[in-house]
């Protein structure tokens, strides 16, 4: 509500309970707000490990862009406040937690599953490029599942407008295209060939280009070494939207609103999401 985005919040509207986890440069707390009895995530960051990390105009930023942002699959940054030493986020809680632990416990996801997640992914991501946004972290890690199993794109540490995008390197080195491993310029096509690599590893189980050395990593990339196992039987169908996707031409790369209408996901995505 915009109300939460005006009001002067302090620790003491909060009823603090368990930890989540620990998300980047803090801990995050389970919540309720006292007078609403709203249940929230609470992000607790340290003014000095944001100085020390000189991310603070970052955070400004990510505020700003998130206050813009209404879209079931994007998690909801409702508010912030900060006392002497701390800076807190007030977060929408996802009911059902981290994604990547889903990821690791089943090893794979299903073809459905897999679908329903790209399929949603690719509607928030057209949401946020239509909204200048380009979000260029698109790993397990910052996706979060949500009451009725839908997913929530969680961390926009990294997230910027594209007119004033930056050529910093960022995240594991798994999910950067090509343009961005050779720190060239790059745009909202990135998070297209993030999705390719996140759709690899929902039905595969790991990243595509996966490699014990960074430096063999980044050669699998730029060469765009592509290898589809035996193992797990995965359909054609889904192996032509990844091959689509993970394209080193950027421009080539097919476009969010085309993957929509790709058969493997209208035959395999939940329309709900
Ligand atoms: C919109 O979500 C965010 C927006 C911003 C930032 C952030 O730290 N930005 C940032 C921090 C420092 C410097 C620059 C940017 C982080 C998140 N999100 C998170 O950290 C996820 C916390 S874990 C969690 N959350 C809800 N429900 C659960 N079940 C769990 Br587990």
Known sequence: SSEAAQKRWTTSDFDVGKPLGRG??????LAREKRSNHIVALKVLFKTQLHQSQVEHQLR??????????????LRL??????QKRVYLILEYAARGELYKELQKCKYFSERRAATYVASLARALIYCHGKHVIHRDIKPENLLIGAQGELKIADFGWSVHTFNRRRTMCGTLD??????V??????????????????YEFLYGVPPFEAREHSETYKRIVQV??????KPIVSSYAKDLIS?????????????????EHPWIVQNADPSG
Request: glycine share 4%; charged share 25%.
């Open 61 to 74: 930023r990510e505020v700003e862009i998130q206050s813009h942002l209404r879209h079931p699959n994007i």
């Open 225 to 230: 070494d592509l290898k589809f196992p035996p």
């Open 78 to 83: 409702y508010g912030y406040f900060y006392d």
């Open 182 to 199: 050779e720190s060239l310029e790059h745009d909202a096509s990135v998070d297209i060939w993030s999705l390719g690599i996140l759709c």
């Open 175 to 180: 999910y950067l295209p090509p343009e961005m």
């Open 24 to 29: 980047k440069f803090g801990h995050v707390y």
């Open 244 to 260: 689509q996707m993970l394209v080193k031409e950027s421009t080539r790369r097919l476009p969010l609103h085309k993957l929509l």
